[in-house]
């Protein structure tokens, strides 16, 4: 999983013994950003479900509503905690990119 990758490339050594390569960087970067725009769009996909599910609710029974909407309200959390967190990690891992490169 890319969160894993970059954190796990992060814990390593920016320079020297044991740094990860140029290009292991920038692959992980490109895998990275991938996976961002998977999770954006899942984003708006639930988003976009539960307008439905609220635009429909009168025609539903409550319970069932109430049971999408909770079910779609902690999807949504865990995706946007998940954004966040990528989104912190490629912008670290783009900060190590820039320096190497700097370096180099």
Do not use: C, F
Request: glycine fraction near 8%; charged fraction near 30%; avoid cysteine.
């Amino acid at each position: 999983m890319p969160l894993d990758d970059i954190a796990e490339l992060l814990d390593m050594p920016e320079n020297g013994a044991g740094a990860p390569s140029l290009d292991t960087i920038e692959s992980t970067l490109t895998d990275g950003y991938a996976a961002k725009l998977a999770l954006e769009a899942e984003r708006w996909r639930i988003e976009q479900r539960l307008g439905m599910v609220a635009r429909d609710a009168g025609e539903v029974k409550a319970h069932g509503v109430a049971a999408e909407l909770a079910e779609l309200s902690n999807r949504l959390e865990t995706t946007d905690g998940e954004l966040a967190r990528l989104r912190s990690l490629l912008r670290n891992l783009q900060g190590v990119r820039r320096r190497r490169k700097a370096n180099a």
